[in-house]
């Protein structure tokens, strides 16, 4: 791999804009193009984020030999397909999560990365979190000692959305679970592993969307207690409790810059700002493995994304989720 590898972007929305702005502070990245289903979208966004090259079409960008490796910020329904042709088109990449919508989706992309010997990773920004790797060190270190509890939740108002938009309409995947539901899952994933069994209830918008949606994860000597939705705001710390102490993750815990450990009568902080907004991390880490030729990462793997998209699935089972289009 190159000393400076070149990034294109698959779908010019807000978050990929939150994204090539932490691009910038990467020094061994660039931006290279923007693709877009409208030429002029691609052609405002490169100006603006200062790609040299704008396309109307995916397919012009899977086709630009500067392009090493293509960021996926569509809707969640285009995240396979999309990742899928430009790997089979032999170009690295780093897609939105959720990887896939669902176990089989995320199965088949994976499959066509080892096909075409391509790197491909789940964009779960918070695993390169630096306060959530410090926090994931402590709890593998022992400070908490035996972890039995963890709440952790995400919530946002999202009601006033259009409802033809990709929040709130089920033909895009919309709802909850998917959108912003995964983060809690995720950090219960990291901390305790797979649950025993998942309990899960939802309520839907009138477009059949579902709107928020309660979790309890049971494990053999802990339980974790979730939440996600799209109907009020939520403070967003993050707790973990163990045996000999606590951790409480400053909110927005997803993207936080600090958290304080409680042991007995001590109380220890972690003050740990972020570069910019926070991408920047897992940025570098696609970095890292494309030049030690590293066809996934060590710190999120594919069946990382396995198993958080299995969990997933048994979420929307078990609160009766479905999409129109898995009918």
């Not at 030429?39 to 109307?56: C, I, M, N, P, S």
């Not at 959530?132 to 009601?159: M, P, R, W």
């Not at 890292?288 to 979420?315: A, F, G, P, R, Y």
Request: negative net charge.
């Amino acid at each position: 791999m190159k000393d400076v590898i070149g990034w294109g972007i698959l779908g010019p929305g807000k978050i990929a804009q939150s994204f090539v702005n932490d691009l910038k502070l990467v020094e061994d990245g660039i931006l290279v193009a923007a693709a877009s289903r409208s030429l002029e979208r691609a052609q405002t966004f490169a100006k603006e984020y200062g790609a040299a090259q704008a396309f109307g079409s995916y397919e012009e960008l899977f086709a630009c030999d500067e392009v090493d490796v293509i960021y996926i910020a569509t809707p969640h329904t285009g995240h396979m397909e999309w990742a899928i042709k430009a790997m089979q088109a032999g170009k690295h990449v780093l897609c939105e999560k959720p990887l896939g919508i669902n176990l089989a989706e995320v199965q088949q992309m994976i499959a066509v990365a080892k096909e075409n010997n391509v790197f491909l990773m789940e964009a779960l920004w918070s695993r390169f979190n630096p306060s959530i790797q410090k926090v994931k060190e402590h709890v593998a270190n022992g400070d908490l000692g035996k972890v039995s509890y963890l709440h952790a939740d995400f919530a946002f108002y999202g009601l006033d959305k259009e409802e033809g938009g990709r929040i709130l309409n089920p033909d895009l995947a919309g709802g909850s679970i998917l959108d912003i539901g995964i983060y809690p899952i995720f950090l219960t994933y990291l901390i305790l592993g797979k649950p025993q069994n998942i309990q899960a209830t939802s309520n839907f918008h009138k477009t059949g969307a579902e709107i928020q949606t309660s979790m309890i994860f049971d494990y053999e000597d802990a339980q974790a207690i979730l939440y996600s939705g799209l109907t009020s705001n939520s403070e967003m710390r993050a707790e973990i409790q163990g045996s000999k102490g606590a951790i409480f993750i400053d909110p927005r815990w997803h993207e936080t810059q600090g958290f304080s450990i409680h042991i007995g009568e001590s109380e220890e902080r972690y003050d740990l700002p972020t570069k910019g907004k926070g991408y920047a991390y897992e940025i570098t880490e696609v970095h890292k493995c494309l030049k030690e030729n590293k066809l996934q990462s060590d710190l999120w793997n594919h069946q990382n994304s396995i198993d958080l998209i299995t969990l997933l699935d048994e979420v929307r089972r078990k609160a009766g989720v479905v999409f129109p289009f898995e009918r």
